[in-house]
């Protein structure tokens, strides 16, 4: 069963290494804000414990954003592709106008009314009997 949670963890993004950031930021300013500030031995090593912990928080979290995948391309190669699908976009648009429009214009032959032409065969649509005969 331990196992299935490691499993998870590695496939999915572990939101409490960003989610503990800062709740650490938090307990270094509070020490740095207290009365005694960094005066006695006792504070200093609270604060140096609780920045070096907030510290490597941190490291693991820029080295697990740093590991995704994806965000390969610069703003300026996203802008162009962007761009590339916007045109895309739009020529794919102009292509369906031009379409509907030639179908709107086909003659009144290549799109018959079909209720006028339709012959019923009222021998094709009827079942055979249960013990018919051919």
Known sequence: MAMASTQEWTHSLPTALFDELLPKLAVV?????????TATPVAKQA???ATNDFKYALAQAKDYASTLAGGDLLV???DSVVAMLEELKQHKQQQLTQFALEVESLPAIANPNISSKMEIDSTASTPFASGGQL
């Open 29 to 37: 300013l509070e020490l740095t804000q207290k009365a005694e500030g």
């Open 47 to 49: 604060l140096l414990h």
């Open 76 to 78: 300026e190669e996203q």
